[in-house]
C-alpha cells in the first residue's frame, strides 16, 4: 500500500513521483482484481493457484523445490505451503523429497494440474491483453516497461 | 500472476506488451516485499494493517464502513475482515454498529493506531522514495503515471 499522502512527512516524496506511485498501487489492485474474477468465473481457479502452475509447467521435469517455488512466485510468496497442500488435496500437484538434498522438497505438476492450466490459460491471457496488454502501442509498452525494470531491479535513475 | 510465456496462445499477447506486464508484476512483488520487509523490522507492524490505518486516519471522523474501507484498501481486499479482527484485539482500531444502517459496521483508528501510524509514517515514506520515487525524475514519473492511469481506470490506449 499505502498512500502517504496525509502523513507529517509527506513533502519528502515530490507530487509527480507520489501520483505514479498511487497510479502504480492502484493499476496493480485494479488488474490483478479482474483477471482474478474472470479465471474464477470461467475456469473456477484463483490466479494464485494458476501463478503456481504456469511456474511448475515452465521447470525442468515440471517440478520446483518449494524455495525456488516461492523465489518464482509472484502471488502468494508468505502462503505458500498452504496453498500448495490444498493444491495437492485437488490433486494439482504433487511432492516428493529431494534425491540430494534431504532437507528439501519438491512440488511437482500433476496430469490433472497441466490439463487445469490449458484450461484456464485462455481465459487468463485474454484477461492480460485485454485489460493490460492493449492499452499500449509498441513504443508506449517498451516505455513502460524501461521504467518498470528500474523497480524491479532495484536500479537508480538512468 | 503469472506470466504466460509458455502457455499455447502466447502469440495474441505482443512481445513488448508482453515484457510491459512480467515487468509490471516483477516490479510491484519486489517493492512491496521490500517495504514489507523494513516496515516488519523497523516498525514491527505489517504493511496492509499500514494500509489500513492510513484509509482510516484520512477519513471524517476517522471511520469508514467495513464496505468503504475494503473498497480503499489496495492490500488485503480479500481478508479484510480478520484483518480487522487481528487489529481490534491490539487495540489499533474499533468496531461499532452504524447508526443509520442496522446492517452496516465501522471500523474506527483508535488513539493507539493512530500513534502506531505516526510511528511508522517515515520509515514507509522513506521506503517508497528509496524503491520507488527516487528511481525517476520528473517527466518519467508524469510518464509512468500517465501509462498507469490507464490501467488503474481500465481505459484503452489514447
Known amino acids: 500500500m499505502a498512500d502517504p499522502t496525509s502523513t507529517p512527512t509527506r513533502a519528502t516524496v515530490p507530487d509527480s513521483q507520489l501520483a505514479a506511485w498511487r497510479s502504480f498501487l492502484e493499476a496493480h489492485a485494479r488488474v490483478i482484481e479482474v483477471l ?9 481457479l484463483p490466479l494464485s493457484w494458476y ?16 524455495q ?13 505451503t498452504r496453498l500448495i497442500d490444498r493444491m495437492q488435496r485437488e490433486g ?3 511432492r516428493s523429497a529431494c534425491p540430494d538434498d534431504r532437507r528439501g522438497t519438491y512440488a511437482q505438476l500433476t ?6 492450466l490449458r484450461d484456464a490459460a485462455p481465459t487468463h491471457l485474454r484477461g492480460v491483453r485485454d485489460h493490460f496488454a492493449d ?5 508506449e509498452a517498451r516505455q513502460l516497461d524501461a521504467l518498470l525494470r528500474r523497480v524491479a531491479e532495484g536500479r537508480t535513475t538512468g
Request: glycine share 6%.
Open 36 to 44: 482474478s474474477r474472470e479465471l474464477r468465473e470461467e475456469a473456477d
Open 51 to 66: 501463478d503456481v502452475l504456469v511456474h511448475l509447467s515452465e521447470a525442468p521435469g515440471d517440478q520446483l523445490r518449494m
Open 68 to 80: 525456488e517455488l516461492a523465489d518464482a512466485v509472484l502471488l502468494s510468496k508468505s502462503g505458500l
Open 92 to 94: 494439482l500437484v504433487n
Open 111 to 116: 496430469t490433472a494440474g497441466r490439463d487445469r
Open 135 to 139: 492499452l499500449f502501442d509498441d513504443d
